[in-house]
């Protein structure tokens, strides 16, 4: 065999097991200025992809695999300086338990979220939403590529592009050495029923968006505002890939 032959059967094998895969590529791509270390949390039930976290520099991307019916969120942690030996360090940002690799830890809010639930052979649509539910640290983006055309299913892009830092009213802003490095939700600085549609509030009829919800969804009017927050923020695709970029370009 001649070496084009070999190299064009090489790349014929690698594309045919990739159309065979089940699994769903989540391209992650920091442009932000600064490093992000994305942290990854799977679902009860479901895995933490590269052990939860890991390191993005600026201006650079990876390729994180995910099977099929995989749940579970994504967030930017900034800020952080880890032990090159131990792993272990803090973040600004988003921390999960001071560890690089998450492993299965949540990240401390406020943090701006990525949630999916991707489809299965009974269901194939997959879920997707910019959530600012827990608050917000810096802008994200989630856009599907070589979603399904034609399939009367959406495919739009779920984003938190704005900068909410910079309008974050004084109640709710989260400082680190005089810097404003996050804005807190209306729930998590209240703590109440009301702002957290908990308790007599856990219903979309009695639960409604706070002023400081409809701020959020002012500036980010793609995202989730608040937890009933469905009708612009849920969006549904069923695409092999999906671009989630940090500091997306506006």
């Known amino acids: 065999m001649s070496t084009h032959s070999l190299h064009l059967f090489i790349f014929l094998c690698t594309l045919l097991s990739f159309s065979l895969?089940?699994?769903?590529?989540?391209?992650?791509?920091?442009?932000?200025?600064?490093?992000?270390?994305?942290?990854?949390?799977?679902?009860?039930?479901?895995?933490?992809?590269?052990d939860g976290g890991f390191h993005l520099c600026s201006g650079e991307e990876t390729v994180v695999e995910v099977p099929e019916g995989w749940s579970g969120r994504i967030w930017g942690r900034q800020g952080c300086c880890f032990d090159n030996k131990t792993g272990k360090g803090s973040c600004e940002t988003g921390d999960c338990g001071g560890l690089l690799k998450c492993q299965g830890i949540g990240g401390v809010p406020p943090a701006t979220l990525v949630e999916m639930t991707l489809g299965t052979p009974q269901s194939a649509l997959h879920f997707y939403d910019v959530s600012l539910v827990d608050g917000f640290n810096l802008p994200v983006s989630v856009k599907p590529v070589g979603g399904c055309v034609?399939?009367?299913?959406?495919?739009?892009?779920?984003?938190?592009?704005?900068n909410l830092n910079i309008y974050c009213p004084?109640?709710?802003?989260?400082?680190?050495?005089?810097?404003?490095?996050?804005?807190?939700?209306?729930?998590?600085?209240?703590?109440?029923?009301?702002y957290c549609c908990t308790g007599e509030f856990a219903n979309p009829k009695s639960c409604k968006p706070s002023e400081f919800a409809r701020l959020?969804?002012?500036?980010?009017?793609?995202?989730?505002?608040?937890?009933?927050?469905?009708?612009e923020g849920l969006k549904t695709c069923k695409a092999p890939r999906y671009v989630v970029t940090f500091c997306p370009p506006k």
């Open 150 to 162: 034609g399939c009367g299913v959406g495919c739009g892009v779920a984003s938190c592009e704005a």
């Open 21 to 50: 895969s089940d699994c769903t590529q989540l391209i992650m791509v920091n442009n932000c200025k600064e490093s992000v270390w994305p942290g990854i949390l799977g679902s009860a039930g479901h895995p933490s992809p590269k």
């Open 216 to 231: 959020f969804k002012t500036n980010c009017p793609q995202a989730y505002s608040y937890a009933y927050d469905d009708s």
């Open 170 to 194: 004084s109640a709710l802003v989260v400082q680190r050495q005089g810097k404003v490095v996050g804005c807190k939700s209306a729930c998590l600085a209240k703590k109440s029923d009301r």
